[in-house]
């Protein structure tokens, strides 16, 4: 779509620092035009903040108290000049428009937090192999699904079928399947490619790397991507949170929800865990990042290490 920036506004376009900006021109006076970043009306006005912190509120789960306003005008700031749109005005009533549906994706994107990695919180894979795979295998289950909500770009999701491969090939074999879901269509892309920087993996051993990671053809590029046995073990899809239903008909033995509650307030993070145990099964483990809790939740969890959980 292509939106029209008022004719009777004239801009000149400067660069500065390697960052475009677009300044009005100082009418009189001296004026640095440093002190211009933005188009005037490119500015998040307190009402427009309560629109959109509201909606991402009530639709996403995600909490946006007012010290997060100039994050929010920044991040979407992107959105803006994507959209060729000289003000936030312009943009929420376009979002907030039948027409706008699509924007809200676009929009999610820009606004949740991503940061992911390869066997972050290496503990919860340490305990997989050590106790849950062997307490699984030893009572003679020989698959297990697993879910990564709140997956962003896969990382987390690619580690834990490292993790059962691993167990599978030097352990006991088990069949494994992995679902990842997100409400960031962009992360979620990578995640599917399956491809990242070379640096992203620079801390696993050598061993893992050479078994679990293909290196792009032109070196310089300096991308890997995840071997296809593992890649079609793992799916990814679109899945928000806050739905009153998850559109997942499975039922799981584990699920990992890390780092992700932590943009919620504690009543929705209830409701969610709640909604998530719903999908897993009785004796199966559920984990949380590690600045997450239960404490004081009504959730069927039984505590068996801090960020550890047992469906009761
Ligand atoms: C910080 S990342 C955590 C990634 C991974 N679990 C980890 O611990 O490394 C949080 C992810 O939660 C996702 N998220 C936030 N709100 C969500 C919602 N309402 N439904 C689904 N995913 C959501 C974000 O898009 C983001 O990718």
Redesign the pocket.
């Known amino acids: 779509m292509s939106v029209g920036i008022p004719s009777t506004r004239a801009n000149t376009n400067q660069s500065t620092g390697g960052i475009n900006i677009s300044v009005d021109k100082p009418t009189h006076g001296n004026m640095l035009n440093e002190n211009y970043q933005y188009h005037y009306g490119t500015e998040l006005t307190d009402k427009e903040f309560n629109q959109l912190s509201s909606f991402i509120y009530n639709e996403?789960?995600?909490k946006m108290p007012p010290a997060k306003k100039i994050m929010l005008q920044s991040r979407l700031q992107k959105r803006l000049k994507a959209l060729k749109m000289t003000s936030f005005k312009e943009y929420c009533d376009y979002v907030f428009s039948p027409e706008g549906v699509n924007e809200v994706i676009h929009m999610m994107d820009v606004v949740?937090?991503?940061?992911?990695?390869f066997f972050?919180e290496p503990t919860h894979f340490e305990f997989l192999t050590d106790v849950v795979l062997p307490e699984f295998t030893a009572a003679g289950q020989r698959a297990v699904k697993i879910w990564?909500a709140?997956?962003?770009s896969g990382?987390?999701a690619y580690t834990l079928a490292i993790t059962l491969s691993e167990f599978s090939q030097s352990k006991t074999p088990i069949d494994f399947q992995i679902i990842g879901?997100?409400?960031?269509t962009q992360?979620l892309k990578t995640a599917i490619d399956a491809i990242y920087k070379e640096d992203k993996i620079a801390d696993i051993p050598l061993t893992l790397k050479k078994k679990y990671f293909l290196r792009s053809k032109d070196p310089n590029k300096r991308l890997v991507r995840i071997v296809p046995e593992l890649r079609q073990r793992v799916k990814f899809g679109r899945?928000?949170?806050?739905d009153d239903v998850y559109s997942i008909g499975e039922t799981f033995d584990i699920i990992?929800c890390?780092?992700?509650l932590i943009?919620f307030d504690r009543e929705t993070q209830e409701k969610v865990i709640n909604k998530l145990c719903r999908h897993l099964r009785s004796n199966g483990y559920f984990f949380l990042?590690h600045s997450e809790s239960i404490t004081n939740m009504n959730v069927p969890l039984k505590h068996i290490k801090p960020t550890i959980f047992k469906r009761i």
């Open positions: 996403y789960g995600i949740s937090t991503n940061k992911t990695d972050r990564s709140g997956s962003s990382e987390e879901t997100d409400i960031s992360v899945l928000n949170l806050m990992f890390r780092n992700t943009y990042g």
